[in-house]
């Protein structure tokens, strides 16, 4: 029963984390989906391994892989002029004229208005950039 438990806290865990963890490293989000197919789980490991991506150097490739994602949450309710302020303001991102807090705030809004509990929940629009326990 408290393996059961301890799997449940790690999935919601990583709920909250998972797209801070891609916009950090395509390859940690990868390692970290592989371990959690594991029978046996460890809430700490997690923790810890999602804790590691804080340090790792900013990708502009995988933000904007993180950013891609997150958008397909907004794509059938978004109009077609917030689809275009997004991808415009990303492009701008990609080519560093503009901020990952600045992509991150118009997606922000873009929650507002079509709320979602899940991106809600995340810690990667929340700002908070890792959350340590589920």
Known sequence: MQHKNIKKDCEELWAKNKYYVLSKSHKAYLDIREY??????????????????????????DFNNAILHVWGYFKKDASETEKQGLFEILEEYMKGENSQEAVIQYLNALLR??????????????GENYETMA
Request: charged share 40%.
């Open 113 to 126: 208005k079509y709320p979602n509990q899940y991106l809600e929940e995340s810690t990667f629009l929340a």
């Open 36 to 61: 959690l197919k594991e029978k046996e789980v460890d809430i700490a490991y997690l923790q810890e391994k999602i804790q590691s991506v804080k340090d790792i150097e900013e990708s502009k490739k």
